[in-house]
């Protein structure tokens, strides 16, 4: 079975650029999977930020698609997320996940992201 | 679509049912709406997809029903594991959107 693993810096500065990368193990990533985003604090609580399909088409959720870059290494077997001008408000908790559809069945354990200077 | 989801808390004993309510703000196209357990510290576990589907391995005692605007997930004979965040998800409209979850405690 799929699983996924999170990786990344864990502390952002205000301004700067979240950078996160998600390692797949037990299946490809050139499958027909979604491979997405999803994020969750105490305040907001789960929040979709976008996925990107095994042919490389994109979908992200619109409050942050000026912030957002998803992409897929195939040679590595994995896919990351870039997020620009982080304010303390994209502190959270984030999740890689996929699944055939837009519902995820597998996700990473999840990786905490700190915005602070 | 806003997901609200009720009651914000449900506290029962093992063996009782628990049965989730999550209202969409519209209709959910093509009833798209999965169920997920949180347990503390973990990531979510999906639970159902498509409304009444049940993911594989999840014990039968999970149940999801509902169309449209409404949509329950049923607990029946509770066991104290399934003390747990539970949300719902609506993937028929984008941006997919999550509810604020019900908490279940089982004691």
């Known amino acids: 079975q799929v699983q996924l693993q999170e990786s990344g810096p864990g502390l952002v500065k205000p301004s700067g650029t979240l950078s996160l990368t998600c390692a797949v193990s037990g299946g490809s990533i050139s499958t027909s999977n979604w491979w997405g985003w999803v994020r969750q604090t105490p305040g907001k609580g789960l929040e979709w930020i976008g996925e990107i399909y095994h042919s490389g088409s994109t979908h992200y959720n619109p409050s942050l698609k000026s912030r957002i870059t998803i992409w897929a290494d195939k040679s590595k077997n994995n896919f990351s997320l870039n997020l620009t001008s982080v304010t303390a408000a994209d502190t959270a908790v984030y999740f890689c996940?996929?699944?055939?559809?837009?519902?995820?069945?597998?996700w990473g354990q999840g990786a905490l992201v700190t915005v602070s200077s | 679509i806003v997901l609200t989801q009720s009651p914000g808390t449900l506290s029962l004993s093992p063996g009782e049912r628990a049965t989730l309510s999550c209202r969409a703000s519209?209709?959910?196209?093509?009833?798209?709406v999965a169920w997920y357990q949180q347990r503390p510290g973990q990531a979510p576990r999906r639970l159902i997809y498509?409304?009444?589907h049940t993911s594989t391995a999840i014990p039968d005692r999970f149940s999801g029903g509902g169309s449209g605007q409404d949509f329950t997930l049923t607990i029946s004979r509770l066991e104290p594991e399934d003390s747990a965040l539970y949300y719902c998800q609506q993937y028929g409209s984008s941006p997919w959107t999550f509810g604020q979850g019900t908490k279940v405690e089982v004691k």
């Open positions: 996940t996929s699944g055939s559809s837009s519902s995820p069945l597998y």
């Open positions: 498509g409304a009444l």
């Open positions: 519209q209709s959910v196209a093509g009833n798209y």
